[in-house]
């Protein structure tokens, strides 16, 4: 069974893929924040995010997110410009931005509009496509009318993240209503969601020996080890985990630090990692780094935090 880097829009961007694959590895296939048209264009921060110039990790799978074949035709102009062999539909995103415009979640309760996006794949033979989505907007039995969809279009697998879109990350995951779904569906199906710890990789592992894989988003962010505890079969220790974070933080900072201009461009992107990373670490050290003001602050408040880690 394969474990997956799932897209997070903030976190999971080139930078943070390539340090965590050299420093931590142990995950078979990132997959970027999705790409989206907007206003007539693609944000050129997104576009540099798939260049191949600026990816290191092996497998990367580029993301994009369309209501319409006419929004998913420039997205898929950069992906085959790039080279790449494979790309990912988003019909899971429940952020309210991008489901008022029948995107992500959004295109769930719409089967015409996916029946659509499924006949465009048809037309992009040089690449190969997969879904990653929910079990519905509103309605948990929404995926019912897409499956006949899913299940005739040329695709690798489907991600299913069972929740709904309304629910965004609150209550747990449906795990029988994941269960039908994956009884349904025709493609090999990677599971998404709450899987913090290796003992939740197993659990899902045993109750679905067939996966192709499992997918992990926030996670990943809390624990970065997951893919090499996966892989060697035990929990990294407290002394293994700080160094490793270590090295991580410090890699992304060497090479944020030039990019961003000043405390409030480097201090906005780096603080809300530590919203998720290390969620045992003791909240003293912890709300030291949220509240530093400066660069310095900061770099001494994690070095602080990692010292008694």
């Not at 489907?158 to 349904?184: C, N, S, W």
């Not at 030039?258 to 405390?263: I, S």
């Amino acid at each position: 069974m394969k474990i997956y880097s799932a897209p997070l829009q903030g976190f999971t961007e080139a930078v943070w893929r390539n340090v965590h694959s050299e420093v931590f590895g142990g995950i078979d296939g990132y997959y970027t924040p999705f790409l989206r048209y907007e206003h007539g264009e693609i944000r050129s921060k997104d576009i540099r995010d798939v260049e191949r110039k600026n990816n290191m990790v092996h497998n990367l799978v580029p993301q994009i997110i369309a209501a319409t074949p006419d929004e998913m035709r420039p997205l898929m102009g950069v992906i085959a410009k790039e080279g790449y062999g494979r790309t990912d539909i988003n019909m899971g995103c429940s952020f309210a931005l991008q489901v008022r415009k029948r995107h992500g979640a959004g295109l769930l309760p719409h089967p015409d509009l996916v029946a659509a996006i499924m006949r465009e794949t048809e037309k992009w033979p040089g690449i190969q496509f997969s879904v990653k989505m929910r079990l519905g907007w509103e309605s948990k039995d929404e995926w019912k009318a897409l499956i006949p969809l899913l299940n005739s279009a040329p695709l690798t697998h489907v991600t299913m993240h069972p929740r709904l879109g309304i629910e965004q990350y609150k209550k747990a995951a449906d795990i029988d209503a994941f269960a039908e779904f994956m009884q349904e569906c025709k493609h090999p199906v990677i599971y998404n969601g709450d899987i913090t710890s290796l003992d939740d990789i197993m659990r899902i592992k045993q109750q679905f020996p067939a996966l192709k894989g499992i997918m992990i988003g926030r996670g990943l962010l809390a624990n970065p080890a997951l893919g090499v505890e996966y892989a060697r079969g035990s929990s990294l220790t407290n002394d293994e985990m700080r160094k490793l974070i270590q090295a991580m933080h410090d890699e992304m900072f060497r090479q944020l630090t030039p990019r961003l201009q000043g405390n409030t461009q480097f201090l906005s992107k780096m603080k809300p990692y530590w919203e998720y990373l290390l969620p045992d670490m003791l909240k003293r050290e912890r709300k030291a780094i949220l509240k530093a003001t400066t660069i310095e602050k900061y770099s001494q408040a994690v070095n602080d935090a990692l010292a008694v880690y």
